[in-house]
């Protein structure tokens, strides 16, 4: 009977040890990477247009313009390279997006850059493949040349601009002159077998008022203030990012480069972008 005892009371000594040792090393704090839990990005929503009738509108202009990564003040929409927690970079939010089916891709091979054609994810990432031809040894006799085709899958890293397509309109109703994003398209480069850039090559349009609840909950890094975190949705809605306009609603329905190169393309479009801001100071008398 006492060596039953002595058993349990062992026992129950080994328990409590191990109860004393899991207590210990269950945290009594909730760990937050940070001074507190950031829920201003994820519970975001985007800020409402104000309603425009047709018949308000007594001027439009529609241009187009692109979005250079490689600029200092453009890099928040390029980095990070590599998606890690809720920060990505705007080519890979938009394609998560597509992928989960709450916004859609539409075929950028149109001229007139209309949001004609849908594609699915699976269909869009088929055309954002590259192949690329190598030219390889076999390992066996009698080791000759041969050539092979490989397939490389999209990175997000690819995408170094985004153009995109707005409409500059004057509203008599509430007499402001407004400017609203109508499309985006990520753009990567065109590079030849030889590692040559060849032009761009757009991948796809996302009509913009459809993605701003996405983009209203992406999260920007602020290269001034880091408690002042921002969604790619802010950055559009206050133009905090660099662009050149390369094409404007015409007649011919062409480029700028199309009629113009070098430095005249450049002054063509800074020109049409003076004759934007030229249009709202001429309104009013100071």
Wanted: net charge neutral; charged share 30%.
């Amino acid at each position: 009977m006492k060596t039953i005892a002595t058993v349990l009371s062992f026992l129950s000594l080994l328990l409590s040890i191990s109860l004393g040792v899991t207590a210990q090393n269950t945290p009594t704090v909730p760990v937050i990477d940070g001074i507190a839990n950031r829920t201003a990005i994820s519970e975001k929503k985007p800020l409402s247009y104000a309603w425009v009738r047709e018949s308000d509108i007594a001027w439009s202009r529609r241009v187009w313009r692109v979005i250079d990564t490689r600029e200092k003040m453009n890099q928040p929409f390029y980095f990070p390279e590599v998606a890690h927690n809720n920060w990505k970079n705007l080519a890979t939010v938009l394609l998560d997006a597509v992928q989960e089916g709450k916004i859609t891709a539409y075929d950028a091979s149109s001229p007139t850059d209309e949001f004609i054609v849908p594609l699915s994810y699976n269909d869009l990432m088929k055309r954002l493949q590259r192949k690329d031809s190598m030219h390889l040894q076999r390992s066996k006799p009698p080791y000759e040349y041969y050539d092979t085709l490989i397939t490389k899958t999209f990175n997000p890293s690819d995408v170094k601009r985004f153009r995109i397509k707005e409409d500059w309109f004057f509203d008599k109703q509430r007499s402001v002159m407004e400017v609203r994003i109508i499309g985006i398209c990520p753009v990567r480069d065109n590079i030849d077998d030889k590692g040559n850039i060849r032009g761009n090559d757009p991948l796809f349009w996302i009509y913009y008022p459809e993605a701003r609840p996405i983009l209203a909950k992406a999260e920007v890094f602020n290269l001034k203030n880091g408690a002042e975190r921002r969604s790619y949705d802010d950055i559009f809605l206050k133009r905090l990012f660099a662009s050149y306009v390369y094409k404007e609603e015409n007649v011919f329905d062409r480029k700028i480069t199309e009629y113009s190169q070098g430095i005249d393309a450049i002054l063509e479009s800074d020109r049409i972008k003076r004759e934007l801001i030229d249009f709202e100071e001429e309104l009013w008398q100071y």
